[in-house]
C-alpha cells in the first residue's frame, strides 16, 4: 500500500483509536512502523535504540491519543516530530551515562570496546557523514527536513502540522538545507553545496 492509501485511512482507524479500539491502533502501528523506525535510525545510533525509540513513540500515541493532530488524514506528521523529540532526549540521556562512565576509574586489563562498537554499524563512510550531520542539526532543522524532504509532505501540510505560517515553513526549511549542506560539504566534496533540492512549494 503507497503513502496516499495509508494516510486514508488514519483518520477511519483514530476515530477509532480515539474510543479506545486497540486492534485500530495496532493497525496503525503496522501502517506506520517502518517510517517512524527509518526515521529513528537518522537521529540514534544504532537499530537496537532506534527500535526503542519506535516504541516510545507508538506508546506515546496511545497514551496521548486525545491530543494527537492529524492532518489531511493522515497521522505520519505527528509521529515524525514526536519521533524528533523522543530520539533527542534519549540521546541526551546517553550521553550522560556515558560522561558518567567515563569518569569511573577503569582496571587496566578493562578491554576497550570502543572499536567494537564503531565496527558495529553497518553504514558506508557517505552514510556516516550524512548521518552524523543530520544528528547535529537542531531539532528544529531535523523536524523540517524531515516532513519537507524525506516525507515530502506539503508547505500547506506542515504548516497546519506545526502551526506556524507558510512562509517561515519554507524560510525554515531552506535555512535547513543550508545548515546541512555546511556541514557536508567541506568533506570531499561527496555532496554538492545544496544536497536537499526538491520543491519546497506545495506537493
Known amino acids: 500500500m503507497g503513502k496516499q492509501g495509508k494516510e486514508h485511512r488514519d483518520g477511519e482507524l483514530w476515530s477509532r483509536v480515539l474510543d479506545g479500539d486497540g486492534p485500530a491502533f495496532a493497525a496503525l502501528f503496522v501502517l506506520h512502523r517502518d517510517r517512524v523506525f ?6 540514534v545510533r544504532t537499530p537496537h535504540e532506534a527500535e526503542d525509540v519506535t516504541a516510545m513513540v507508538f506508546l506515546e ?3 496521548c491519543r486525545s ?24 540521546l541526551r540521556s546517553t550521553l550522560r551515562y556515558e560522561q558518567l ?8 586489563t578493562t578491554p576497550d570496546h570502543g572499536d ?17 550531520a543530520y544528528r547535529s542539526l537542531g531539532r528544529r532543522d531535523q523536524e523540517i527536513i524531515a516532513l519537507c524532504i ?3 509532505m506539503s508547505t500547506t501540510e506542515v504548516s497546519e502540522l506545526l502551526r ?4 517561515t515553513v519554507k524560510s525554515r526549511l531552506s535555512r535547513a538545507k543550508q545548515k546541512l549542506a555546511q556541514l557536508l560539504n567541506p568533506q570531499a566534496g561527496l555532496l554538492p553545496a ?3 533540492t526538491p520543491e519546497e512549494g506545495t506537493s
Open 164 to 167: 506556524i505560517p507558510p512562509g
Open 150 to 152: 524525506l516525507e515530502e
Open 38 to 43: 527509518g526515521h529513528s535510525l537518522r537521529l
Open 194 to 196: 545544496t544536497p536537499l
Open 67 to 90: 491530543n494527537v493532530r492529524l492532518v489531511n488524514d493522515s497521522i505520519i506528521g505527528w509521529l515524525l516530530v514526536t519521533t524528533t523529540n523522543v530520539a533527542r532526549n534519549r
Open 101 to 108: 562512565i567515563r569518569k569511573l576509574p577503569l582496571a587496566e
Open 116 to 132: 567494537c562498537v564503531a565496527d558495529a554499524v553497518d553504514l558506508d563512510r557517505r552514510s556516516q557523514l550524512l548521518h552524523r
Open 61 to 63: 500515541a496511545w497514551r
